[in-house]
């Protein structure tokens, strides 16, 4: 029974990490619900994450669609070189905290 049990179990995980893979794979979002994706199958609470975090990579991925999408003519919004290195700043220091919270999940 054990031996039954353990082969379940080891084609369930494998199972998992093929889909986290597939994840990983198809991930080419910098939206929060991107960078979530990726973490929350290893045990991270969504909940530990700084809301400015969300907020800034959503501001960003808005900003960088509107760029990519559009003639610099017809957008919409014209970002100051200013405050976008400013939001990348608190976007690098946000994802700082978080890789230092991460650390604990790596492999020693």
Do not use: C, Q
Not at 25 to 53: A, C, M, Q, W
Not at 62 to 67: N, S, V
């Amino acid at each position: 029974m054990l031996k039954k049990d353990l082969k379940a179990f080891e084609e369930e995980l494998s199972k998992a990490l093929e889909s986290y893979k597939a994840t990983v794979k198809d991930n080419h979002g910098i939206r929060s619900k991107n960078v979530f994706s990726l973490i929350t199958p290893i045990g991270f609470k969504f909940s530990e994450i700084d809301p400015t975090l969300a907020s800034n990579l959503g501001r960003l991925s808005d900003m960088r669609g509107e760029a990519a999408h559009r003639s610099a003519v017809s957008a919409k919004n014209l970002i100051l070189p200013d405050s976008l290195s400013k939001m990348v700043i608190a976007i690098e220091t946000d994802l700082a905290v978080l890789d230092g919270k991460l650390a604990k999940f790596r492999r020693t």
